[in-house]
DNA sequence: CGCTCCACCTGAACGC
DNA sequence: TGCGTTCAGGTGGAGC
C-alpha cells in the first residue's frame, strides 16, 4: 500500500482516534509477520496511554506514557489499520495484530501479504534505529535542499528513478510518487544522477513537495489495500498523471501518450516527448 | 563498494 | 469454470 502520503494519512487518523486511550490488551494472532512478533515485549504497553503518533519516513510510531520504548508499524505493501468503535467484532481476514483500549474500542492491523511488521524499540535508541535502516531525509521538511539533492545524485551514476527510490537519499517516496514527481519535473526517469543539474534538483524538489502534500490532502493513493483507518478510501488516483496511466494521453503536452516501462523490475510511467534525458 | 536482482507473501486480473 | 501466469504501493540480503 503506502507511500508516505499514505502513513501520514493513516497516522492524522490515528491522532483523531486512539490519542489519550489506554491499552487495554494487544492481541497477537499470528506469531510473525516481515519479523517475528514479541509477545513479551508488547505485552508491557498494557495499561499504558497514547500520548503520541509520529511518522518518520514509512514507519508509524506510537508513544505511550510512562513507558520507555515506542511501539513502529510498518505497513508494508498492503498492510492497513482500521478503527472500531467496539473490541467484539468479527475481524476481517488477515487481521494479525489487534490493539483493545480500555474504552471498548480497538484498531487491528491487518496484512494479507505480510511484509508489514511491528517493532518495540527503546525511545532512546530511535536514531540508532533509522541509522541502521540508513534512512535520508524527510522529503517535507526543510532540511531537503536542491543542494543536498545535487550533492547526493552527484556521487552515484545510477538512473534518477532508481535514486529517488533510493530510502537513503530521501525517505519516504516509491514507486507511485517518484514516477508523479519525474513527470511533473519533466525529467527523465532514465537519467544518470551525475548529470542532473542543481536547478534540476530544484525543479524536482518543488513538485516532489507538491505531489507529497497534494497526495495527502487527498487521503493517500487507494490502488487495493490502501485505507484511512476509518476504512475510506483516499482518492488521489484519480489525480495521477502517468502512475497506472498507460497509453493515456500525456496531461502536460496531450500529444503523447503515457507509457510503461520495465526499471530495475519495477514498472515506470513517464511521456517519452515531456520527459528528456537533457 | 556500488549496484541490480530476487525473495518474501497473498490475491486480483487476465489469457487460454 | 478453472488453471496458469503476471503483477502489485516495500525492503533488504545475495551475488555480480
Same mark, same amino acid.
Request: proline share 3%; glycine share 4%; with cysteine.
Given at each position: 500500500m503506502p507511500e508516505l502520503p499514505e502513513v501520514e494519512t493513516v497516522c492524522q487518523g490515528l491522532r483523531d482516534t486512539i490519542l489519550e486511550k489506554t491499552i487495554a490488551k494487544i492481541k497477537i494472532n499470528? !506469531?510473525?509477520?516481515?519479523y517475528p512478533l514479541d509477545h513479551q515485549a508488547l505485552s508491557t504497553f498494557h495499561n499504558h496511554k497514547i500520548t503520541a503518533v509520529t511518522r518518520r519516513s514509512k514507519y508509524i510510531i506510537l508513544h505511550f506514557d510512562r513507558h520507555q520504548d515506542v511501539i513502529l508499524i510498518h505497513l508494508g505493501m498492503s498492510g492497513r489499520i482500521h478503527n472500531y468503535a467496539d473490541t467484539t467484532v468479527d475481524k476481517v481476514k488477515h487481521t494479525h495484530v489487534e490493539f483493545d483500549f480500555k474504552d471498548s474500542t480497538a484498531i487491528h492491523f491487518i496484512d494479507p501479504r505480510r511484509f508489514g511488521f511491528v517493532h518495540v524499540i527503546k525511545s532512546t535508541n530511535l536514531n540508532d534505529y533509522w541509522h541502521g535502516k540508513r534512512l535520508g531525509i *524527510? !522529503?517535507?521538511?526543510? *532540511?531537503?535542499?536542491a543542494t543536498y539533492l545535487h550533492q547526493a545524485l552527484q556521487v552515484k551514476k545510477i538512473s534518477l528513478k532508481a535514486a529517488l527510490l533510493d530510502q537513503s537519499i530521501?525517505? /519516504?517516496? /516509491?514507486n507511485i510518487y517518484v514516477c508523479e514527481a519525474l513527470h511533473l519535473s519533466k525529467?527523465? !526517469?532514465? &537519467?544518470? @544522477?551525475? @548529470?542532473?543539474?542543481l536547478e534540476q534538483c530544484d525543479t524536482l524538489i518543488h513538485f516532489i513537495k507538491i505531489v507529497l502534500r497534494k497526495a495527502i490532502q487527498a487521503g493517500g493513493s487507494t490502488l487495493r489495500d490502501h485505507k484511512k483507518v476509518n476504512g475510506d478510501t483516499g482518492y488521489f488516483q484519480f489525480d495521477?498523471?502517468?502512475?497506472?496511466? *498507460?497509453? &493515456?494521453? +500525456?496531461?502536460? +503536452? *496531450?500529444?503523447e501518450k503515457i507509457i510503461r516501462v520495465k526499471q530495475n523490475g519495477r514498472s515506470t510511467f513517464y511521456c517519452t516527448a515531456c520527459q528528456l534525458v537533457s
Amino acid at each position: 500500500m503506502p507511500e508516505l502520503p499514505e502513513v501520514e494519512t493513516v497516522c492524522q487518523g490515528l491522532r483523531d482516534t486512539i490519542l489519550e486511550k489506554t491499552i487495554a490488551k494487544i492481541k497477537i494472532n499470528r !506469531p510473525n509477520l516481515r519479523y517475528p512478533l514479541d509477545h513479551q515485549a508488547l505485552s508491557t504497553f498494557h495499561n499504558h496511554k497514547i500520548t503520541a503518533v509520529t511518522r518518520r519516513s514509512k514507519y508509524i510510531i506510537l508513544h505511550f506514557d510512562r513507558h520507555q520504548d515506542v511501539i513502529l508499524i510498518h505497513l508494508g505493501m498492503s498492510g492497513r489499520i482500521h478503527n472500531y468503535a467496539d473490541t467484539t467484532v468479527d475481524k476481517v481476514k488477515h487481521t494479525h495484530v489487534e490493539f483493545d483500549f480500555k474504552d471498548s474500542t480497538a484498531i487491528h492491523f491487518i496484512d494479507p501479504r505480510r511484509f508489514g511488521f511491528v517493532h518495540v524499540i527503546k525511545s532512546t535508541n530511535l536514531n540508532d534505529y533509522w541509522h541502521g535502516k540508513r534512512l535520508g531525509i *524527510e !522529503p517535507l521538511n526543510d *532540511e531537503l535542499t536542491a543542494t543536498y539533492l545535487h550533492q547526493a545524485l552527484q556521487v552515484k551514476k545510477i538512473s534518477l528513478k532508481a535514486a529517488l527510490l533510493d530510502q537513503s537519499i530521501i525517505a /519516504g517516496l /516509491g514507486n507511485i510518487y517518484v514516477c508523479e514527481a519525474l513527470h511533473l519535473s519533466k525529467l527523465s !526517469p532514465y &537519467k544518470i @544522477t551525475n @548529470t542532473v543539474t542543481l536547478e534540476q534538483c530544484d525543479t524536482l524538489i518543488h513538485f516532489i513537495k507538491i505531489v507529497l502534500r497534494k497526495a495527502i490532502q487527498a487521503g493517500g493513493s487507494t490502488l487495493r489495500d490502501h485505507k484511512k483507518v476509518n476504512g475510506d478510501t483516499g482518492y488521489f488516483q484519480f489525480d495521477f498523471h502517468v502512475y497506472n496511466q *498507460e497509453s &493515456k494521453l +500525456c496531461r502536460l +503536452c *496531450e500529444v503523447e501518450k503515457i507509457i510503461r516501462v520495465k526499471q530495475n523490475g519495477r514498472s515506470t510511467f513517464y511521456c517519452t516527448a515531456c520527459q528528456l534525458v537533457s
